[in-house]
């Protein structure tokens, strides 16, 4: 058989895996992923999160333990959530922002084991402590119908990060999807003198069906839904505008979230952001995994790993996720 006469051969770049080695387009490394973990007061044991195989709801000790590990596996960011006992949560949300409110117990417990070793994150938003779930407080609308008030939600979460900053937090991470809430946060810091302390910035987060294995996480209160707030799935240009106003107002990262189902939006806001962009690989996109590999559907391992890259392909500089230190110990 005569050889075909090509100009080009992309294979022969396919040969042996050095060769793919170093053709290689993107990098998967510990410090591109944050480990995200839940801690819940009142409890004695860690409890398993059902939906979630393999995360947990840590107590504060079980939690250190768990930073410990992402410490030795390279991991450089933790993203904390906090569960508070029912008793503790009221129509406002007020344990977000009391001192003896488990997130913020449990930031000052990480900073004063690991001081800088590790950055600490910490998720600025209401929705685990208010009785209603929702992501702010409530009032009606001038034709009486419920809402949940943007104005009134900003000034709560300005009052929780600078919980969170006295806390030790290294970076708050409003998630409301309130208008103005980047600003706001800004400004109450500063006032503070919290100068140093960074915003990363959910900017086009989607009211997603991808969330639900979470609302199992956090013991979510939540009837109802979040689509007067959140983002519609079908909109792109709404989350570029959401992105640049973060910019304007000040955020030092921004953020996509769910990634899987929205990575053409991570590859947009990548080609333009002036700051790091980083996605969230979510609690469904976690679940459809576990649930498929343990079917013995699909290899585990190598679809986390493919998961990841994919993200990290599409221009997200960092991936929030719960495989992070699991991962972190497989590449290093
Ligand atoms: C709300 C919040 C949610 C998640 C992170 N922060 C849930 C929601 O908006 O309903 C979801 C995270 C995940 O699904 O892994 N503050």
Known sequence: MTALNLQYRPRRLRATPALRKLVSETQLRPEHLIQVLFVRDGIEEP?????????????????????EQAVSAGI????????????????????????????????????????????????????????????GPLSTDRFGQPIVDNDASVHAYS???????????????????????????????????????????????????????????VGSSLEGDRKSYQQDPANRREGLHEV????????????????????????????????PVAAYQVSGEYAMIEAAAAAGWVDREKIILESLTGIRRAGADIILTYYATEVASWLS
């Open 244 to 275: 640049r106003l973060d910019i304007e107002e000040g955020a030092d990262f921004v953020m996509v979230k769910p990634a899987m189902a929205y990575l053409d939006i991570v590859s947009e806001v990548a080609d333009f952001s002036p700051v």
């Open 159 to 217: 009052q929780m990060a600078l919980a969170q900053a006295r806390a030790g937090a290294h970076i708050v991470s409003p998630s409301g999807m309130m208008d103005g809430q980047v600003q706001a946060i800004r400004q109450a810091l500063d006032a503070e003198g919290f100068y140093d302390v960074a915003i990363m910035a959910y900017s086009a987060k989607y009211a997603s069906a991808f969330f639900g294995p979470f609302r199992d996480a």
């Open 47 to 67: 409890q398993p999160i059902a939906s979630m195989p393999g995360q947990y709801q840590h107590t504060l000790d079980s939690l250190l333990e768990q930073v």
């Open 76 to 135: 450089q960011c933790i993203d904390l959530f906090g569960v508070p006992r029912e008793e503790d949560k009221d129509a406002d949300g007020t344990h977000a922002w009391l001192p003896e409110g488990i997130l913020n117990r449990a930031i000052a417990q990480v900073r004063q084991r690991f001081g800088d070793t590790i950055t600490i994150m910490a998720d600025t938003c209401l929705d685990e402590f208010t009785s209603h779930g929702h992501c």
